[in-house]
């Protein structure tokens, strides 16, 4: 793969095609390596670029403490760094909340952005049913021994909720993380969910991309969701969707589970070049 300098550390990627640059953001704990089979699909559109997020695939890991606000900073760089103008972001889980904080920070910067299970606003441990159990142990004093030491996010969550992984594929997200130091950036993610007002810095970097997404209609907006996953096809969340998000279109991918990549790769796939030719958005800006 290839990678670049940002900030005291480097990031790998994979980029192919050529055209609108569309960025793949994955989530905790996968990598780039998620978007293998959704990018072919919209790779004959655009240009697809994939990063591996500090700390995170086989990107540098340097010395920090991989919260939120750390993620925007080498992401920053990166885009920066690649040079990427009029983009389309794609996030999925952690991915959404980066990408659209950053769309925030650069409206002359992005032309569209799509979702698959991510966070769009704050939440409650109710909407975390029914897995706030395990995440409030996550974030308490037993989240260093069960992510840290055991790697329960890898050989737990990850496999459990994705039983289309193969051990092949479970090797490579597994290999970034041999040993308790390397998982921090793991540990730390569900300790940034954004949940009844904790942690205070991230609510407000939610609320404030919140914010933007409904006041932008001029950017299309996408949402993909799956059949099965407790977060994000409520009807109460449906409904916040609706009136929060301007030109906004809500798809749904069939079943699966949280890593619905993984699961539904050729629907999402096909969605998003749909949604990218509707829109324009796979020709130059004003074409």
Do not use: C
Request: glycine content about 10%; proline content about 9%; cysteine-free.
């Amino acid at each position: 793969m290839p990678k670049i300098d940002v900030l005291d550390s480097f990031m790998t990627y994979t980029d192919t095609g050529e055209g609108t640059p569309v960025v793949f953001l994955h989530g905790n704990p996968t990598s780039s390596y998620m978007w293998r089979n959704v990018i072919p699909h919209v790779g004959d559109q655009v240009r697809a670029l994939a990063p591996d997020l500090i700390g995170m695939g086989e990107s540098g890991k340097p010395a920090i403490g991989y919260r939120f606000d750390d993620h925007t900073r080498y992401l920053d760089a990166w885009f920066d760094a690649m040079e990427l103008d009029e983009v389309v972001i794609v996030g999925h889980d952690w991915g959404g909340p980066l990408g659209a904080d950053w769309a925030r920070r650069h409206p002359r910067r992005i032309r569209g952005i799509a979702f698959l299970q991510a966070f769009l606003h704050p939440i409650t441990w109710a909407d975390l049913e029914p897995v706030a159990g395990l995440f409030r142990k996550f974030r308490g004093p037993e989240g260093e021994q069960m992510i840290l030491k055991d790697n329960m996010f890898i050989e737990g969550v990850l496999r459990q909720t994705t039983p289309s992984l193969t051990e092949e594929d479970m090797a490579v997200f597994r290999a970034p993380y041999p040993d308790p130091e390397s998982r921090q950036p793991l540990l730390e993610w569900p300790r940034e969910i954004p949940v009844e007002g904790e942690p205070a810095d991230v609510v407000d970097r939610v609320l404030h991309y919140g914010t933007w997404l409904s006041a932008t209609p001029q950017v299309p907006k996408l949402i993909l969701h799956v059949d099965d996953e407790p977060v994000g096809t409520s009807p109460r969340e449906q409904a916040w969707i609706r009136d929060n998000i301007a030109s906004v279109e809500v798809v749904g991918v069939g079943p699966g589970g949280h890593h619905s990549p993984e699961d539904q790769p050729d629907t999402i796939g096909q969605a998003l070049a749909d949604w990218l030719r509707a829109h324009g958005l796979n020709a130059p800006k004003g074409a």
